[in-house]
């Protein structure tokens, strides 16, 4: 059975040299961000993830784009929680030597919403410092494109409200009860390079995660996994700390319920991850 104790969990955190955290949704549930999965599942008449697919976007780039234009605009508003300011210290050399002195961290997340690196960009304009850690955004950023052309090396961060002008109030017409939108292909996002259509720039079902390498790297080496935050359904996000304990780490998991693999934690420590995560690390 895994444990509950801080102190115990505590020890260990002090003596780990290499810190790998794994989050997921449930990391900005406290921003008020939307899961694909539940209730919130659904967006019109479509499966929601369904829509985060390569087959998806073949057969309807328009569609696809108003959905990703209405999760930007979902997003935009929300702002880190204190979940994602408590793992922005553990980020941080200087605040993170009282709690784990000795320790490297690289943080995998799998949520696209930017929130992370939100919460790290605050932590440093304050204190003065950068992260010392890896942040990797595996499933991507909904506020970054990518050109579709396979000869053309574009890729950005893009802010714009709304990102084009055709996308623009497309959020809002069907949930007012009006017929959903038809835009052009012609009117949505394209590359100022070459003129071809741009795409969210997020990694759909099916695809790589962005530096898998890196990420099974860090696994395959770190004595800490925390996982924080998902359900561990998804692979291969779900099949990290399998290589963490292959190495002889240990494994703490942070969420609101029990989770698949939950079992086979060293540590278990149910709640919200705003309140659990900062008093559990004592950062």
Same mark, same amino acid.
């Given at each position: 059975?895994?444990?509950?104790?801080?102190?115990?969990?505590?020890?260990?955190?002090?003596?780990?040299?290499?810190?790998?955290?794994?989050?997921?949704?449930?990391?900005?549930?406290?921003?008020?961000?939307?899961?694909?999965?539940?209730?919130?599942?659904?967006?019109?008449?479509?499966?929601?993830?369904?829509?985060?697919?390569?087959?998806?976007?073949?057969?309807?780039?328009?569609?696809?784009?108003?959905?990703?234009?209405?999760?930007?605009?979902?997003?935009?508003?929300? $702002? @880190?929680?204190?979940? =994602?300011?408590? &793992?922005?210290?553990?980020? %941080?050399?200087? #605040?993170?030597?009282? /709690?784990?002195?000795?320790?490297?961290?690289?943080?995998?997340?799998?949520?696209?919403?930017?929130?992370?690196?939100?919460?790290?960009?605050?932590?440093?304009?304050?204190?003065g410092e950068e992260s010392d850690a890896q942040l990797v955004e595996m499933h991507g950023n909904?506020?970054?494109?990518?050109?579709?052309?396979?000869?053309?090396?574009?890729?950005?961060?893009?802010?714009?409200?709304?990102?084009?002008?055709?996308?623009?109030?497309?959020?809002?017409?069907?949930?007012?009860?009006?017929?959903?939108?038809?835009?052009?292909?012609?009117?949505?996002?394209?590359?100022?390079?070459?003129?071809?259509?741009?795409?969210?720039?997020?990694?759909?079902?099916?695809? $790589? @995660?962005?530096?898998? =390498?890196?990420? &099974?790297?860090?696994?395959? %080496?770190?004595? #800490?996994?925390?996982? /924080?935050?998902?359900?561990?359904?998804?692979?291969?996000?779900?099949?990290?700390?399998?290589?963490?304990?292959?190495?002889?780490?240990?494994?703490?998991?942070?969420?609101?319920?029990?989770?698949?693999?939950?079992?086979?934690?060293?540590?278990?420590?149910?709640?919200?991850?705003?309140?659990?995560?900062?008093?559990?690390?004592?950062?």
């Open positions: 059975m895994p444990s509950s104790s801080v102190e115990d969990f505590r020890r260990v955190l002090f003596t780990s040299t290499k810190i790998l955290i794994i989050s997921g949704a449930g990391l900005s549930a406290a921003s008020g961000i939307a899961t694909f999965r539940g209730t919130n599942g659904r967006w019109r008449r479509y499966d929601a993830a369904k829509l985060a697919t390569l087959s998806a976007w073949q057969e309807n780039q328009s569609t696809v784009w108003q959905f990703f234009h209405y999760r930007r605009e979902e997003v935009r508003p929300s $702002r @880190p929680n204190s979940a =994602h300011e408590a &793992l922005a210290r553990l980020c %941080t050399s200087s #605040l993170r030597k009282s /709690v784990a002195p000795n320790a490297t961290v690289t943080h995998a997340t799998q949520n696209i919403d930017g929130l992370n690196l939100e919460a790290l960009t605050k932590l440093s304009a304050e204190t909904l506020f970054d494109v990518v050109c579709t052309a396979h000869d053309c090396d574009y890729r950005a961060k893009n802010m714009d409200h709304p990102i084009c002008t055709a996308l623009e109030g497309t959020e809002k017409v069907v949930a007012e009860g009006n017929i959903e939108p038809v835009v052009k292909r012609a009117d949505l996002p394209h590359c100022p390079q070459c003129q071809q259509l741009l795409r969210p720039d997020v990694v759909w079902f099916g695809e $790589r @995660p962005k530096r898998i =390498h890196d990420i &099974l790297e860090a696994a395959k %080496t770190a004595d #800490l996994c925390l996982v /924080v935050g998902t359900s561990s359904l998804v692979q291969p996000a779900s099949k990290l700390p399998e290589y963490v304990r292959a190495n002889g780490g240990k494994i703490a998991v942070f969420n609101v319920e029990v989770t698949n693999h939950s079992d086979e934690a060293d540590f278990l420590f149910l709640g919200a991850c705003e309140v659990e995560l900062a008093r559990i690390l004592g950062i």
